[in-house]
């Protein structure tokens, strides 16, 4: 007898020893805003078709043999997260669970450090397409935005970060409010290089259309109410036209009684009459005859 042959499902790796939370805070206020912004975005408005993962501060692992690289933003196309983040094994980005690297990260200066190109030599290890540094407050020289697009294992500046074509999106600066802090902010924008909305004005174009949907509700009722009233109106008016109709009805029944009532009479005077007639000729032609008779008998004088 042939043995029962199956194929197993290939095992995880241990990742028990893998430091996947280490409480470390973020390193300033600007830089913390900033993290959460760009991907409250892009999970408020962004629309691209595809399953995308958008993270900050999140670890991203490539082995059980280095420890984690922690990019400020990540974003990642055609993945979806685990149904159960809880187990450690699915609490970071680990690229053997999600069959591969980021498509984008992005990081956020906030010192002269210049950890960022350190950064960027494991993020070409791990696959990293697209490599974006924002430095608002210009820790690193006068430029704020710079974008690096991998080909081979080196990453090559980009001109244009206005629109990506392989990623569906586009980034640009914006000077503006974020909460309760104005300043320099790096946001997704589409292809026609407008901004996507901000959760907030995504909150707020959904109440506005809940207003207005309540007002046409509300206006679609006052006319429902307007024709029943009219509709009652008409039936009303309806009901009285009927009522003088058949009020007229009948009153032209009378009359066509009494007219009838009339008829009869005058035709029963008129038979009277004719029978009047009929008598008197009798009488006349009798008193003819005897007239006649009396000639012959001489007696007419």
Same mark, same amino acid.
């Given at each position: 007898?042939?043995?029962?042959?199956?194929?197993?499902?290939?095992?995880?790796?241990?990742?028990?020893?893998?430091?996947?939370?280490?409480?470390?805070?973020?390193?300033?206020?600007?830089?913390?805003?900033?993290?959460?912004?760009?991907?409250?975005?892009?999970?408020?408005?962004?629309?691209?078709?595809?399953?995308?993962?958008?993270?900050?501060?999140?670890?991203?692992?490539?082995?059980?043999?280095?420890?984690?690289?922690?990019?400020?933003?990540?974003?990642?196309?055609?993945?979806?997260?685990?149904?159960?983040?809880?187990?450690?094994?699915?609490?970071?980005?680990?690229?053997?669970?999600?069959?591969?690297?980021?498509?984008?990260?992005?990081?956020?200066?906030?010192?002269?450090?210049?950890?960022?190109?350190?950064?960027?030599?494991?993020?070409?290890?791990?696959?990293?397409?697209?490599?974006?540094?924002?430095?608002?407050?210009?820790?690193?020289?006068?430029?704020?935005?710079?974008?690096?697009?991998?080909?081979?294992?080196?990453?090559?500046?980009?001109?244009?970060?206005?629109?990506?074509?392989?990623?569906?999106?586009?980034?640009?600066?914006?000077?503006?409010?974020?909460?309760?802090?104005?300043?320099?902010?790096?946001?997704?924008?589409?292809?026609?290089?407008?901004?996507?909305?901000?959760?907030?004005?995504? =909150? $707020?174009?959904? *109440? /506005? !259309?809940? &207003?207005? #949907? @309540? %007002? +046409? =509700? $509300?206006?679609? *009722? /006052? !006319?429902? &109410?307007? #024709? @029943? %009233? +009219? =509709? $009652?109106?008409? *039936?009303? !008016?309806?009901?009285? #036209? @009927? %009522? +003088? =109709? $058949?009020?007229? *009805?009948? !009153?032209?029944?009378? #009359?066509?009684? +009494?007219?009838?009532?009339?008829?009869?009479?005058?035709?029963?005077?008129?038979?009277?009459?004719?029978?009047?007639?009929?008598?008197?000729?009798?009488?006349?032609?009798?008193?003819?005859?005897?007239?006649?008779?009396?000639?012959?008998?001489?007696?007419?004088?």
């Amino acid at each position: 007898m042939e043995a029962l042959l199956y194929e197993e499902e290939p095992l995880e790796p241990d990742v028990s020893h893998l430091v996947t939370e280490d409480d470390a805070p973020v390193d300033s206020w600007i830089s913390e805003k900033q993290m959460r912004l760009f991907p409250n975005i892009l999970h408020a408005s962004w629309k691209p078709g595809r399953p995308f993962v958008a993270a900050a501060d999140v670890g991203l692992f490539g082995s059980v043999d280095q420890p984690a690289v922690v990019p400020d933003i990540m974003v990642s196309l055609d993945v979806t997260l685990p149904e159960d983040c809880r187990p450690k094994g699915r609490r970071s980005y680990f690229t053997w669970v999600f069959g591969k690297a980021p498509d984008l990260v992005i990081e956020v200066v906030s010192n002269r450090e210049g950890s960022e190109v350190e950064k960027a030599q494991r993020y070409a290890r791990l696959g990293v397409r697209y490599y974006v540094i924002f430095d608002p407050e210009r820790w690193l020289g006068d430029r704020v935005l710079r974008g690096y697009v991998l080909h081979g294992l080196n990453y090559v500046e980009l001109l244009d970060l206005s629109w990506i074509e392989e990623l569906g999106l586009g980034l640009m600066t914006w000077q503006g409010r974020c909460e309760d802090m104005e300043g320099l902010w790096l946001r997704p924008c589409g292809r026609d290089k407008v901004l996507l909305p901000l959760p907030t004005e995504v =909150a $707020e174009a959904a *109440q /506005t !259309q809940v &207003e207005e #949907e @309540r %007002a +046409r =509700a $509300e206006a679609a *009722q /006052t !006319q429902v &109410e307007e #024709e @029943r %009233a +009219r =509709a $009652e109106a008409a *039936q009303a !008016q309806a009901a009285e #036209e @009927r %009522a +003088r =109709a $058949e009020a007229a *009805q009948a !009153q032209a029944d009378e #009359e066509h009684e +009494r007219a009838q009532g009339h008829k009869a009479r005058a035709e029963a005077a008129e038979e009277w009459a004719e029978q009047e007639r009929a008598r008197a000729s009798q009488e006349r032609d009798r008193a003819e005859r005897l007239l006649a008779r009396l000639r012959e008998l001489g007696l007419d004088e």
